[in-house]
């Protein structure tokens, strides 16, 4: 290869990932939310029953996204409301807020709640598992990180 080509393919490489940098949505944020925490389950319970079943998927962290989206200030919030996530149009149509009875039956069984949504985890049958998890999401309420500049 000659050397102007090389440089030719190195200008390419940088400008085709300043390109595709360019896609990718800033990272995005939920307002925290001022629903009262959801007590009619044990948040520390919930927590230990998250990291098994969620945290595989979903981080609790603005800005990062894992196969699923971030869930930090996820209670009461309206559903799909992330910029920086590529939801599923089924649950984009929802126009669902999460409170604990959304929440309730999303987590129960996800492809039941909503045929067409991305979510594939397991069902969770148990509603005093689904109470714990839900109170455990309605302690997670961060306000704006100052890396996100939105
Ligand atoms: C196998 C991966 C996976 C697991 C495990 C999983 N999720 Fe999800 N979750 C997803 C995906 C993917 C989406 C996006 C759904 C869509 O766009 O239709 C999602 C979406 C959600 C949403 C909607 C968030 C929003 O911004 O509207 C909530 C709430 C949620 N998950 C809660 C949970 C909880 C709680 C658990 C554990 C009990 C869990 N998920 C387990 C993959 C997962």
Redesign the pocket.
């Known amino acids: 290869m000659t050397e102007t080509s090389k440089r030719y393919l190195g200008v390419l490489t940088v400008s085709m990932l300043m390109l595709s940098g360019c896609k990718s949505p800033p990272p995005d944020y939920?307002n925290p939310v001022s629903l009262p925490a959801y007590t009619q389950g044990d948040a520390a319970a919930g927590q230990e029953?998250?990291n098994d079943?969620?945290a595989?998927?979903?981080t609790l962290n603005p800005g990062h996204n894992n196969?699923?989206?971030q869930?930090m200030n996820?209670y009461g919030?309206?559903?799909?409301?992330?910029n920086d996530?590529?939801?599923?149009d089924?649950?984009?149509n929802t126009h669902?807020v999460?409170d604990a009875n959304r929440?309730d039956h999303?987590?129960a069984d996800?492809m039941k709640a909503?045929p067409?949504?991305?979510?594939?985890?397991?069902p969770?049958p148990d509603a005093k598992e689904?109470a714990d998890?839900?109170a455990y999401?309605s302690t997670l309420r961060q306000e704006k990180p100052t890396t996100l500049n939105q």
Do not use: E, F, N
């Not at 919030?77 to 992330?82: F, G, I, Q, S, V």
């Not at 996530?85 to 599923?88: L, Q, T």
């Open positions: 939920r029953i998250y079943a969620c595989q998927c979903h196969k699923g989206p869930l996820v919030a309206p559903a799909a409301d992330l996530y590529a939801y599923s089924a649950l984009k669902w999460w929440l999303y987590i996800a909503l067409d949504t991305k979510m594939l985890a397991d969770m689904r998890v839900i999401l």
